[in-house]
């Protein structure tokens, strides 16, 4: 096995939850993962708020849905 030495600041590990000075490469990929998505989901949130879709109930979002794949398929 090789190691790979990677430098992270305080404030980065606190954020990352990482409590030990050596993990697995493996336990390094989920934490990234987990931050990344959690990352992508507040995104998320945030334009839909913007474009008003946080509003939506889920038989909008279903027929929005619905709508936008038969377009689709339309258009093939």
Same mark, same amino acid.
Request: no cysteine.
């Given at each position: 096995?090789?190691?790979? @030495?990677?430098?992270?600041?305080?404030?980065? %590990?606190? !954020?990352?939850?990482?409590?030990?000075? #050596?993990?697995?490469? /493996?336990?390094?990929?989920?934490?990234? @993962?987990?931050?990344?998505?959690?990352?992508? %989901?507040? !995104?998320?949130?945030?334009?839909?708020? #913007?474009?008003?879709? /946080?509003?939506?109930?889920?038989?909008?979002?279903?027929?929005?849905?619905?709508?936008?794949?038969?377009?689709?398929?339309?258009?093939?």
């Amino acid at each position: 096995m090789r190691t790979l @030495s990677i430098s992270i600041s305080d404030l980065e %590990l606190d !954020k990352f939850g990482i409590k030990k000075d #050596k993990i697995s490469f /493996s336990e390094f990929l989920e934490l990234v @993962s987990h931050e990344l998505m959690k990352q992508n %989901l507040n !995104k998320t949130i945030e334009l839909s708020e #913007k474009y008003g879709l /946080s509003k939506m109930t889920m038989e909008e979002i279903t027929k929005e849905v619905k709508a936008t794949r038969k377009n689709a398929k339309n258009r093939n």
